[in-house]
């Protein structure tokens, strides 16, 4: 949100001091700072949640795909160790989606909910701005018929223009003071707001965590049944990458 104030001719009286505009623009300024990284916020927490379900997504896709590998209808070893793996992979799909729906129900939603009242604001001092105005404009109007002669006519406008300043003043008044009040007690709640959101958030990554690392703990049970080491794999794979290579039909001319 941005605060422009409107242009005008300034009155000989200063009508709202300085220390009190500095502690209204310092005020608004942090709720500014707020709404945008509550609006960041928001947007990363909604990139983060649908980048993890497309993972997910993609891994039960990749093991369905082995599954359906014809080397599956040859080899029962390496049909149950891609059942093993498809099975894993859609529990954790299953879990991943779990985890999402209690984020975007704990944390997504509710940043949503409190970016929506930052509107609110935005015309509340927008109001305050045009009652400054206002005030600025019959105040030097009454300043204008004090320093004229004080003729009868003269007197009676500015009786009236005296008249017409009074509720604009108490408009312009309650309106500052309600901001000056109101503005900093909402930048403190949000951490009353925010915080039970973010502990959800802790919570469902420990819960989703905890349980991968059940599954995966129970797949490598299943499919590591000789013991072998990554070294000892990348060994193995190297040595049958050279018998394909010793083949005539994939041999350099």
Not at 211 to 219: A, H
Request: with cysteine; charged share 35%.
């Amino acid at each position: 949100m941005s605060w422009i104030p409107f242009k005008i001719g300034q009155p000989k009286k200063q009508i709202v001091s300085k220390t009190v505009e500095r502690d209204f623009e310092r005020e608004y300024e942090k709720l500014q700072k707020l709404e945008d990284q509550t609006k960041k916020l928001h947007k990363d927490m909604k990139k983060s949640t649908e980048a993890d379900l497309a993972m997910s997504k993609a891994a039960v896709k990749i093991s369905a795909d082995l599954l359906s590998n014809p080397l599956c209808e040859q080899d029962q070893a390496f049909l149950e160790s891609m059942t093993a793996l498809d099975t894993a992979m859609k529990r954790m799909d299953a879990f991943n989606q779990e985890k999402v729906n209690q984020i975007q129900k704990t944390v997504i939603d509710p940043l949503k909910k409190y970016s929506g009242v930052f509107p609110s604001l935005n015309m509340a001092v927008k109001r305050r701005e045009q009652a400054l105005q206002d005030y600025k404009r019959l105040q030097s109007k009454v300043e204008k018929y004090e320093e004229k002669e004080k003729t009868g006519p003269v007197m009676v406008k500015l009786h009236q223009a005296k008249e017409e300043l009074k509720p604009v003043k108490d408009d312009f008044e309650a309106k500052n003071k309600q901001l000056l009040d109101e503005m900093p007690k909402f930048y403190q709640s949000r951490i009353d707001y925010f915080q039970p959101s973010f502990e959800a958030l802790i919570r469902a990554q420990v819960v989703y965590f905890t349980e991968m690392y059940k599954v995966f703990s129970e797949l490598t049970d299943q499919i590591d049944q000789a013991g072998l080491t990554d070294e000892q794999r990348q060994r193995e794979t190297e040595a049958k990458l050279n018998e394909l290579r010793s083949l005539s039909i994939v041999a350099n001319d």
